[in-house]
T-cell receptor
Framework: DAKTTQPNSMESNEEEPVHLPCNHS???????IHWYRQLPSQGPEYVIH?????VNNRMASLAIAEDRKSSTLILHRATLRDAAVYYC?????????????WGAGTKLIIKP | DSGVTQTPKHLITATGQRVTLRCSPR?????VYWYQQSLDQGLQFLIQ???????AKGNILERFSAQQFPDLHSELNLSSLELGDSALYFC?????????????FGPGTRLTVL
């Protein structure tokens, strides 16, 4: 399975945009890019996913590089509630072995 | 609230014992996944069930087993417990089989083996 690389931690100020990078240089053509986040003492929660085109939803935006070897999760206006560990995960679309391979993620710290 | 429930919330037991963790998926979700999260680590996929049948296995030890019942709830059985089994165990559910579908996670069961 293709793996992802993320910075261990990032800091941002409240009410400013946050760009969380993810490298996935061995991504295959059928791998979706997923982002989940895990708030302290909670289970992970889905944020967004995409394949080739940039994606937007109420929580965030996902910018995918043209060669798909990297992507960036964008939180447009971070709040204290966005402090969490953010996981970038790849998963093949038609793979019968349905595993999400989780890395260590990026711990996002929001400063008031 | 994701709609996925897990019981118990906390479990403290001794080495060598056996425990059962329970998960009720969101209403209508047929697919259930089990994950293990050790301290400050990412999640490790253990096993997936779909409509009562095992569909995928990850890094699940032979001492661990799971099943999904006709009412779609699932149980994860951990036996001959070791200190290293202490972790958070999460259950997730999704509507369909495909793993690119969004997974909804429960609050987890924190297992402490003494």
């Amino acid at each position: 399975d293709a793996k992802t690389t993320q910075p261990n931690s990032m800091e941002s100020n409240e009410e400013e945009p946050v760009h969380l990078p993810c490298n996935h240089s061995t991504i295959s053509g059928t791998d979706y890019i997923h982002w989940y986040r895990q708030l302290p003492s909670q289970g992970p929660e889905y944020v967004i996913h995409g394949l080739t085109s940039n994606v937007n939803n109420r929580m965030a935006s996902l910018a995918i590089a043209e060669d798909r070897k990297s992507s960036t999760l964008i939180l447009h206006r971070a709040t204290l509630r966005d402090a969490a560990v953010y996981y970038c995960i790849l998963r093949a679309t038609m793979d019968s072995n349905y595993q999400l391979i989780w890395g260590a993620g990026t711990k996002l710290i929001i400063k008031p | 609230d994701s709609g996925v429930t897990q019981t118990p919330k906390h479990l403290i037991t001794a080495t060598g014992q056996r425990v059962t963790l329970r998960c009720s998926p969101r209403s209508g979700d047929l697919s259930v996944y089990w994950y293990q999260q050790s301290l400050d680590q990412g999640l490790q996929f253990l096993i997936q069930y779909y409509n009562g049948e095992e569909r995928a296995k990850g890094n699940i030890l032979e001492r661990f087993s799971a099943q999904q019942f006709p009412d779609l709830h699932s149980e994860l059985n951990l036996s001959s417990l070791e200190l290293g089994d202490s972790a958070l165990y999460f259950c997730a559910s999704s509507t369909i089989l495909a793993s690119y579908n969004e997974q909804f996670f429960g609050p987890g069961t924190r297992l402490t083996v003494l």
